[in-house]
């Protein structure tokens, strides 16, 4: 990714490190701290309302439609119900689930694309399945068939839904890094990556240090964190580490064409001059 933040603006729904946006808003229901999809495009509306009445519509229209809008959503709606011990999850077939997650951000996207976006990238779902916290709490720490299998389908769809999105808006352009891949391939062979362990985390407790105790979370005071973080794919039950972070970045914006697709994200900033970046979630 560039050094610098000035030639970008972006719409960060949610970022690989940031935990508390979904794409599914009827889960602010049942997980606190979160701001749903459909509240953020009500901000962006007011931030879009801003730029008319401080630069004009038409150079708002030129800055919006220059933007490049970054999504990541998706993991919380599919982990969060099994981590939490919801049963909204199983009210539904897993097609119908996936459905509303990919309605939801469909909405989100024609939203910006109305006010003048035109530019996008997105990452799709990773393996939660075999993620250490989801493992922790499976029958033997195997990895979870249910959870992966409900990832394909809303990964598969997200696939569809981008290339019809395409096909049908005038304009729209798109990358999309195959995080699913991406994550895959490291925890399986992390020494071909620079990792030396690929399921474990570096700080936590428990097998695979899945208990998300790290630092003292959920109010559990032990918790072990290995010598060298960089040598272990997953910082914690959670999230990849800066290592993983950076290589999904660079494969992101150079375009590596075995996990990004159709377009690299610096193609799509190429005759951008633009110099303001939009955060409407907040990182950690």
């Known amino acids: 990714m560039p050094s610098s933040t000035d030639n970008i603006i972006s719409l960060k729904l949610l970022s690989i490190y940031n935990k508390h946006v979904i794409c599914y808003p009827w889960y602010l229901i049942y997980t606190l701290q979160v701001v749903d999809l459909h509240t953020q495009l009500r901000h962006f509306g007011d931030l879009v309302n801003h730029y008319r009445q401080n630069l004009g519509d038409t150079k708002a229209r030129q800055m919006l439609s220059s933007a490049v809008y970054l999504f990541s959503c998706g993991s919380n709606d599919y982990i969060s119900p099994v981590v939490n011990n919801q049963s909204i999850y199983y009210q539904y077939t897993h097609q119908q689930y996936v459905d509303m997650v990919i309605g939801n951000l469909t909405t989100v996207i024609k939203g910006i694309y109305e006010v003048g976006g035109r530019k996008f990238g997105f990452l799709n779902v990773p393996p939660l ?47 999309k890094l195959d995080f699913y891949i991406s994550m895959s391939n490291r925890m399986k062979n992390p020494s071909q990556y620079g990792f030396k362990e690929g399921e474990t985390a570096c700080c936590g407790s428990g097998p695979f240090g899945g208990v998300y105790s790290c630092g003292g979370m959920r109010r559990i005071k032990e918790y072990q964190v290995c010598d060298n973080v960089l040598e272990y794919l997953f910082f914690d039950s959670y999230h990849p580490n800066e290592l993983a972070s950076r ?31 939009v955060f409407l979630s907040s990182l950690l």
């Not at 249910?146 to 990832?151: F, G, L, N, S």
């Not at 990964?155 to 999105?165: D, P, V």
């Open 129 to 175: 399945g075999c993620w250490p916290a989801i493992r922790l709490r499976q029958p033997g720490n195997i990895c979870s068939k249910e959870i992966d299998d409900v990832i394909r389908l809303h990964n598969q769809a997200l696939a569809r839904k981008l290339e019809n999105l395409e096909t049908h808006m005038e304009g729209f352009r798109f990358s």
């Open 247 to 277: 290589q999904f970045a660079e494969m992101f914006w150079n375009g590596d064409s075995i996990v990004t697709e159709p377009n690299s994200l610096e193609a799509l900033f190429d005759g951008t001059n633009l110099l303001q970046q």
